[in-house]
Every structure is written in C-alpha cells, then in structure tokens.
C-alpha cells in the first residue's frame, strides 16, 4: 500500500512562497504520475497541478499557472511543489497523489494520497 507523507507547509503572507515536499514510499514511484491538489475550507477537492512518471510533461489549474511549479525527485522518490506569490485565496490543505493516468485531474484516478498540509496566507 503506497504512503504519501505532505511536509513543509505554514503560515505565509500574501505574496510569499512556501515549497511542499511529498516522501513517497510503498510503490514503484517511476510507474505513477504525481499530482498536488488542495481543499480549502468549506469547499470541494481541487486539482492544482501534475507530472508526469517521466517527469517530463507538467500540467496546471489556470487557477495556479505561473505560480506554483511541480517537480519530481525520482532517486529519492518524493514530489514538490513551489508556491509562489501566494495569495489568501490560496489558504487550503494540500495533498499530493500518486495517479493512474496523467494529468489526474479527477478523484477517481487518484490511487494513493497523504494526510495533507495545512497552508495558510494572511497578513
């Protein structure tokens, strides 16, 4: 069964950045695409951004382009996501998911996801 471990996140004001890492560990990490979503309170699961299992395709939310970027780790079998120019609308917990298909941009193509990590943008 694979595990996802999301670390890295806190309290930032607008405008800053904030890198999440994801240590991925109980499945061939190189057969899987790797997603980041988030939700925010009172609101659904959303789909920021995916990579590929080469980590040679990316794809993005409109709601994040230009802002977050995704990366993959391969020998150490983790995932990032750098966060840049946050804004409070962007106050959520992340999650990161291991996917049967790239991009995973829907729930059902997510096979693995971890406990998350609580991102909050206020003044």
């Known amino acids: 069964e694979g595990q996802l471990v999301e670390s890295g996140g806190g309290v930032v004001q607008p405008g800053g950045s904030l890198n999440l890492t994801c240590t991925t560990s109980g499945f061939t990490f190189t057969k899987f695409a790797m997603s980041w979503v988030r939700q925010a309170p009172g609101k659904g699961m959303e789909w920021l951004t995916g990579i590929n299992s080469r980590g040679s395709s990316a794809y993005y939310a409109n709601s994040v382009k230009g802002r977050f970027t995704v990366s993959q780790d391969k020998t150490n079998n983790m995932v990032y996501l750098q966060m840049d120019n946050l804004k409070p609308e962007d106050t959520a917990t992340y999650y990161c998911?291991?996917?049967?298909?790239?991009?995973?941009?829907?729930?059902?193509?997510?096979?693995?996801w971890g406990q998350g990590a609580q991102v909050t943008v206020s003044p």
């Open positions: 998911t291991a996917d049967s298909q790239c991009p995973g941009t829907r729930n059902n193509l997510w096979r693995f």
